[in-house]
């Protein structure tokens, strides 16, 4: 039934969903933001670029040769690929600019996107490679035994192929890791870790941060920059409260599906950490 409710609400966003505002000359990119669900919005990646998010996701299935966009299967009905919403607005702006957001992202990682595989890792994973083959000079990748830093790096997550990535002597595709993967899986090939928020903490911005949740969010961070890993919570509450703790305590990738709204609290912390400075 909740696949069935779910339709007509997804129907209804992306009939009155509202243009993003026009990107502001000299934006700096947001090297924390992670735009959850982007696709869901009136201009799929662009909406995110414009307000400065370096990190993106999109949900895909493999179908008919191609990576259809959807959360659930019956979002399949829209037949919107990964190709049209994703791939071509990324290579434009890579071969009109050679750069994602205006602004050199190679050496800070690259411009993260996100394919979360929904089914049928494998088969995405081929996709995958197909169509990003003819781009690979803007790609992070690994090639033979070293890492070349790329303007884009795209990471695999869900239903993730661990074994045939690690195995690949060229890889396009890195993974996204989960904690318990820290210290086997290298930054390499998993730049980023993963995990929920609501599996590992309780507190979701009533009252303060319990000094033990506190503790735990802090070893986690620290383990996972230890092995040279970005670090994201999925699932992370939409509260101011939760979204400070986070950012005090180092966690890399912020994420919401209110764009405009997290965009402007990194906005303003960044403003405040400017202000404290010398």
Same mark, same amino acid.
């Given at each position: 039934? /909740? ?12 009939? @009155? ?18 735009? @959850?669900? $982007?696709? !869901? ?41 990964? $190709?049209?919403?994703?791939? /071509?607005?990324?290579? !434009?702006?890579?071969?009109? &600019? ?8 190679? *050496? !800070? ?9 929904? $089914? ?10 197909? /169509? ?11 090639? $033979? ?5 790329? *303007?884009? #790096? ?7 192929? #661990? ?10 595709? @890195? ?18 870790? &993963? ?17 033990? *949740? ?10 996972? @920059? ?49 202000? !404290?400075?010398?």
């Amino acid at each position: 039934m /909740k696949l069935f409710l779910a339709l007509p609400l997804f129907v209804l966003a992306a009939c @009155h969903a509202r243009p993003a505002p026009a990107p502001e000359p000299g934006l700096e990119p947001l090297r924390r933001a992670h735009a @959850h669900n $982007d696709y !869901q919005h009136a201009r799929p990646l662009e909406d995110a670029a414009d307000l400065g998010f370096t990190s993106v996701e999109v949900d895909v299935f493999p179908g008919e040769g191609r990576l259809l966009v959807a959360h659930h299967v019956l979002e399949l009905i829209f037949r919107r690929t990964f $190709d049209d919403l994703y791939l /071509k607005p990324l290579v !434009q702006r890579l071969e009109s &600019s050679g750069t994602v957001l205006g602004h050199p992202l190679a *050496e !800070q990682g690259g411009f993260f996107l996100l394919v979360d595989a929904k $089914d049928d890792g494998e088969a995405v994973l081929a996709l995958l490679e197909e /169509k990003l083959s003819p781009h690979r000079r803007w790609l992070t990748r690994w090639v $033979d035994g070293r890492l070349v830093p790329g *303007e884009l #790096t795209v990471v695999l997550s869900g239903a993730r192929p #661990t074994e045939a990535l690690r195995t690949r002597r060229e890889r396009l595709v @890195h993974l996204d890791g989960r904690p318990g993967e820290i210290g086997r899986l290298d930054a390499a090939l998993a730049p980023m870790v &993963s995990t929920s928020w609501p599996s590992v903490f309780r507190w979701r911005g009533r009252g303060e941060q319990p000094p033990d *949740e506190r503790r735990r969010l802090e070893e986690l961070v620290a383990r996972a @920059h230890a092995g040279g890993h970005r670090l994201r919570f999925w699932a992370l509450p939409h509260d101011d409260r939760v979204w400070e703790a986070v950012y005090t305590a180092g966690v890399d990738l912020l994420q919401s599906d209110d764009l405009p709204r997290l965009a402007r609290f990194l906005r303003s912390r960044a403003e405040a950490e400017s202000e !404290q400075l010398p």
